[in-house]
């Protein structure tokens, strides 16, 4: 089942189930406890992302072809870092590049988002997915100067400007993808495809980042993670390629969909 999250006309934040024909049909409940689709067909309204995190855990150097494009040794264990929850941004909404505290440097990067359905701590790989809802597509926006050059050796500062983590069109229930490592991932900028990848090229699958990320570590109900990048980022084109005003960016995963927002410069 494929989900989505929108705001009614009368400003009403629903979740509702995505039907063949394009229709929707009205969720009652709550996803991370006992939900219900309706019979009742809802007028979509204006799409959000499909959840609200309750925290945002990423994982840096997931591809081994990025690892190799960025000059990096393969990691031993997986790279981690955070983005705020206040960082999401609703599909065909902007992306805006920050002026206050100034980027030259914004870059793009298309990542298949792993939602959690269930509190869980020092789970095992063997039985990991059993606490996945589901997946969604995520561009882990990154402002290299900041997560390079100014961040002080800490890549949190460069990742986590407002609307620099867009997720969305909708989540897809586990169920739908029982292998998640196998999924065709791309990133689309004006046109042009950037990124091209399969999610089998990740170091660390998605079993092993939920047994080590849930490692006397209490994952909440609502957790996100982003599973990491492949090959194709901007900074590691000659020369880089940064987002400009005025540009679009599509992320599209095989068996969830596209994600796209067009990128400004901060008010």
Known sequence: MKIIRHQTSNGLIQHAALQADGTALRIDGDLFGNYSVTGEAVKLGKL????QPTAIFCIGLNYRKHAEESNAPIP?????????PGAVQNPGDNIELPQHLKSDEVDYECELAVVIGKRCKNVSKANALD??????????VSAR???????????????????????????VLKDEIPDPNTLRIQTVL????????N?????????????????????????VILTGTPQGVGAAMKPP???????KVIIEI??????????????
């Open 48 to 51: 959000l992302a499909p959840i």
């Open 76 to 84: 031993q264990q997986p790279v981690l870092f955070m983005k705020s």
């Open 131 to 140: 606490y996945v809802l589901g997946y969604t597509c995520a561009n882990d």
């Open 145 to 171: 100067d900041w997560q390079i050059k100014r961040g002080g050796s800490q890549w949190c500062r460069g990742k986590t400007f407002d609307t620099f983590a867009p997720l969305g069109p909708c989540l």
């Open 190 to 197: 004006n046109g042009k495809t950037m990124q091209d990848s």
């Open 199 to 223: 999610t089998s090229d990740m170091i660390f699958d998605i079993p092993t980042l939920i047994e080590f990320l849930s490692g006397s570590t209490t994952l909440l109900p609502g957790t």
């Open 241 to 247: 390629v940064f987002l400009q005003p005025g540009d």
């Open 254 to 267: 095989e068996k969830i969909g596209a994600l796209t927002n067009p990128v400004v410069a901060e008010a």
